[in-house]
């Protein structure tokens, strides 16, 4: 099934639930980074996002150092951003609050 891009007013309303995500310039993406106490629990956070992300097919891009992991969510085939952005994001600031972040 393939996903629809999300409206401006969607998007926005989207964002105010989500507190250091920022939405770029096209609306096409959003992106944060995750600060963890160490590499272990920076990719403790990358396994579980990566199963949460699997379950979902939706795949984030994604870099990671020490303990620093750098995020960008877009939907390539709808062209911007749709509700799977939203659900991965989500999923990751929960996966970032059991690592006290």
Known sequence: MKMERLE??????EMAGLAGWALNDAASSISKTFKFANFVEAFGFMTEAAIRAEKLNHHPEWFNVYS???VTLNTHDA???????FKLAKAMEKAAARRGV
């Open 8 to 13: 401006r007013a969607t998007i926005e309303a």
């Open 79 to 85: 062209g911007g951003l749709t509700e799977l952005d």
């Open 68 to 70: 620093r992991v750098d």
